[in-house]
């Protein structure tokens, strides 16, 4: 079975500083993982994704198969960075598998 | 096409009260997920069916908890009877069959959620 770690509920940061969200997973197979943001009292949307290895809005993540990680960062962070942030993970195996997220961090930029 | 739309919204009911939350996936999409969010817990996965079906739905809670979906174009999730642990918000959310390839499989699309406060 798989299971997503997302050990911060709470990351407090100045504006400008940078931003580390971190995620660990666990799982036998190559998964997909994903960042979702949620924005407040919106719908949660997907950020980015690691196969695409593109950066949004100013993020990036890697995937690091041998640490299991896929921590979400972005160099400077901006007011409206302020959100709750889920990783998640697709363990896709030829058939299709439920997405499993992590709990949640929520960030929180301080002007 | 206007997303994922679920009603109601907002929902305010007394304990013991019967609760249905309503769910219009992306035409097209194959599968349905419903999830509860909570501060505690955050995104739990109910249950999700595909192509109608309900696939799994070790997610939830208890017999009070039931779903539905009656056609490609309308799912329910109904909590009878509800109790105050029931407060949480729920989420819909549709994706297209992973295995058809492509960008966006495996990405969920959400809907903006249904509030319910059990008094």
């Known amino acids: 079975a798989q299971r997503v770690t997302q050990p911060e509920k709470l990351l407090s940061v100045f504006k400008g500083a940078p931003v580390e969200l971190k995620c660990n997973y666990s799982y036998s197979g190559s998964p997909e993982l994903f960042w979702y943001v949620q924005y407040s009292r919106q719908r949660l949307q997907l950020l980015l994704r690691?196969?695409s290895r593109e950066s949004i809005k100013g993020f990036t993540a890697d995937l690091n198969k041998g640490e299991t990680s896929f921590h979400l960062k972005k160099p400077f962070a901006q007011e409206e960075d302020s959100a709750m942030y889920y990783c998640?993970?697709?363990?896709?195996?030829?058939?299709?598998?439920?997405?499993?997220f992590g709990t949640g961090t929520k960030l929180q930029v301080i002007p | 096409d206007a997303g994922v739309i679920q009603s109601p919204r907002h929902e305010v009911t007394e304990m013991g009260q019967e609760v249905t939350l309503r769910c219009k996936p992306i035409s097209g999409h194959d599968y349905l997920f419903w999830y509860r969010q909570t501060m505690m817990r955050g995104l739990e996965l109910l249950i999700y069916?595909?192509?109608?079906?309900?696939?799994?739905d070790s997610g939830m809670p208890e017999d009070r908890f039931s779903a539905k979906m009656p056609n490609a174009s309308f799912s329910t999730l109904k909590i009878q009877p509800s109790e105050p642990r029931d407060s949480a918000v729920y989420f819909c959310?549709?994706?297209?069959?992973?295995?058809?390839?492509?960008?966006?499989?495996?990405?969920?699309?959400f809907g903006e959620g249904s509030r319910l406060t059990v008094l």
């Open positions: 690691h196969i």
């Open positions: 998640a993970l697709w363990p896709y195996s030829g058939g299709y598998q439920k997405v499993t």
């Open positions: 959310a549709s994706s297209r069959d992973g295995l058809a390839g492509g960008p966006g499989t495996g990405e969920l699309f």
């Open positions: 069916f595909n192509n109608n079906v309900p696939i799994d």
